[in-house]
């Protein structure tokens, strides 16, 4: 079945340091990817998604390309803020989106 | 107003009593979901709705039912509160065309 794997946390980082964190998925046919993030006390909000095969989604100075080949779709940011401190979901929508299959999230910690 | 309002934002609980979530949204969305969320173990769906014909069980139902009133209004029931669905509780609506979904703020339960 469909599914998403993504790095586990937490993740903490200087200020102006690059992210990555990583997803990869299993899925048939040609699923949407989605990051969501979600800052502390607050619902998810959509950060980016791409749709199709070499997509590439981005928001806020992060970037995620569907890479179809490495099932994958790996969230970066090249320098990252002390405001990006959150926890950070990668979802699958496939079958026209019924359900999101979602990762785990990871929790990022930024430090002035 | 926020597009997915939850009430309450946060409520206790004893072992037994029956407490009831609400969710509603002004973004005209036909699907709305509750999922809930504990540490290390991400979002779980509870109930989906895709109209307020249509209801179904998520991947953790059991102690948990839901009533969809109105297409803007989807509820949470706990018929008898347990110390194992504390937890926080999130609403999410979904047009279905892949453009993600819409969360509300959230509803942490603490049952005593």
């Known amino acids: 079945g469909n599914s998403v794997t993504q790095m586990e946390g937490p993740v903490t980082l200087s200020e102006e340091a690059f992210l990555t964190i990583n997803c990869t998925y299993t899925a048939t046919g040609y699923p949407s990817l989605f990051w969501y993030v979600q ?3 607050e619902g998810l909000q959509l ?3 791409a749709t ?7 928001n806020k100075g992060f970037e995620a ?3 179809k ?3 994958s779709f790996h ?3 090249g320098s990252v803020q002390v405001s990006d401190s959150a926890v950070y979901f990668c979802a699958l929508g496939a079958g026209n989106n019924r359900k999101l299959i979602w990762g785990l999230g990871t929790s990022l910690a930024v430090n002035p | 107003d926020a597009d997915v309002t939850q009430t309450p934002r946060n409520r206790i609980t004893k072992t ?4 009831m979530l609400e969710c509603s949204q002004t973004k005209g969305h036909d699907r709305m979901y509750w999922y809930r969320q504990d540490p290390g173990l991400g979002l779980r769906l509870i109930y989906y709705s895709f109209d307020v014909k249509d209801i179904n069980k998520g991947e ?3 102690g948990y039912s839901v009533s969809r009133q109105a297409q803007a209004k989807f509820s949470l029931s706990l018929e008898s509160a347990i110390p194992n669905q504390t937890a926080l509780y999130f609403c999410a609506t979904s047009d279905g065309a892949g453009l993600g979904y819409t969360f509300g703020s959230g509803t942490r339960l603490t049952v005593v």
């Open chain 2, 60 to 62: 953790i139902s059991d």
């Open chain 2, 16 to 19: 037994g009593k029956r407490i």
């Open chain 1, 52 to 58: 199709k095969a070499d997509d590439k989604g981005s």
């Open chain 1, 47 to 49: 950060l980016l998604k």
């Open chain 1, 39 to 41: 800052y502390p006390g």
């Open chain 1, 75 to 77: 969230l970066e940011k």
């Open chain 1, 69 to 71: 080949e490495t099932t």
């Open chain 1, 65 to 67: 390309t569907y890479r």
